[in-house]
């Protein structure tokens, strides 16, 4: 089992930053990647950013520029840090890590709720 702890989420106005942070524990041999999801309300599950183990990123457009994603690997956690943060951002966020034992497996996280309003 692993066992995936979110921390970070909350309200900001715009223009502000957050930092969300996931710490994986548990049962892992390996892990392949490591990212972030978000969820608004009414749409798809959606990529915000991840980070393989090579150190190779991957960004929504939507956010590039304005989102960094970053883990520790002594740690087992990931951290994304989020500035210049919009109404647009506001969602459910989820962390994701992939994980290798005989095959790839993704584990999800209980999710964070980020919301961006004056």
């Known amino acids: 089992q692993v066992q995936l702890v979110e921390s970070g989420g909350g309200l900001v106005q715009p223009g502000g930053s957050l930092r969300l942070s996931c710490a994986a524990s548990g049962s892992i041999f390996s892990i392949y990647a490591m990212g972030w999801y978000r969820q608004a309300p009414g749409k798809q599950r959606e990529l915000v950013a991840d980070i393989r183990s090579s150190g190779s990123t991957r960004y929504a457009d939507s956010v590039k520029g304005r989102f960094t994603i970053s883990r520790d690997n002594a740690k087992n956690t990931v951290y994304l840090q989020m500035n210049s943060l919009k109404p647009e951002d506001t969602a459910v966020y989820y962390c994701?890590?992939?994980?290798?034992?005989?095959?790839?497996?993704?584990?999800w996280g209980q999710g964070t709720q980020v919301t961006v309003s004056s």
């Open positions: 994701n890590v992939v994980t290798l034992g005989g095959g790839y497996y993704g584990h």
